[in-house]
């Protein structure tokens, strides 16, 4: 079987995502929805493009934005991922991977086993499952029902987020077996602030070697 990978989301500052390429993260990620409280300026996202590129998946998460938006954050900041977080359909996903040239990511926020059963629509490049919280879109600190995800008969790589932290991820590894799994209040020391001794145990909890 092969390591979970790990996604560390909701980065605003270049020394928190380098730490997280030192430790072995598969991806970053910076949030580009204008309400959320990890919200990533977009010069702070280029500097951590223009370092981690062609180390680290670089990753942008979106909230219903235009086509437009997204294609000219994706140059700017050197998305890899392009990590779509609202109503958007499965057209537009496809039309996103061709004017970025990125990998995309369909999320959902899981209320249910109708949640998972939405993403077999989806034939992007990742499905990711996350935790529902009344009002936001990710980074919720709300961990869903593991069970659920074995109602998913999608190929797709599966990345599991929602509520996940270093006592925690090692419980939903084995309850799901993901490609990866997506942190960001799990790491942290505030929104937006990772804590690095929060990091490093996440790493090893997940088994990631330590570069």
Known sequence: MEPTRIKICGLTRLADAE?????????VGMV????SRRRCPLEEAEAIGAA????????????N????EVARVSEQAKLTLVQLHGEEGPAFCAEVARRTGARVV???SVRGLFSVRELERFHTDFHLLDGHAPGLRGG?????????????RSKVPLIVGGGLDASVVAAAIAAINPYAVDVASGVE??????????????FEAVEVPVA
């Open 19 to 27: 730490l997280a390429a030192e430790l072995g993260a598969w991806a």
């Open 32 to 35: 580009f929805y204008q309400h």
């Open 52 to 63: 981690l590129h062609r180390r680290v998946e670089i990753a942008g998460v979106f909230v």
């Open 65 to 68: 934005p235009s086509l437009t």
């Open 106 to 108: 369909k999320a959902v």
């Open 140 to 152: 919720t600190g709300e961990h869903f029902d593991w069970s659920l995800a074995s109602a998913r």
């Open 189 to 202: 020391a505030e929104p937006g602030i990772k804590d690095p001794e929060r990091m490093r145990a996440f």
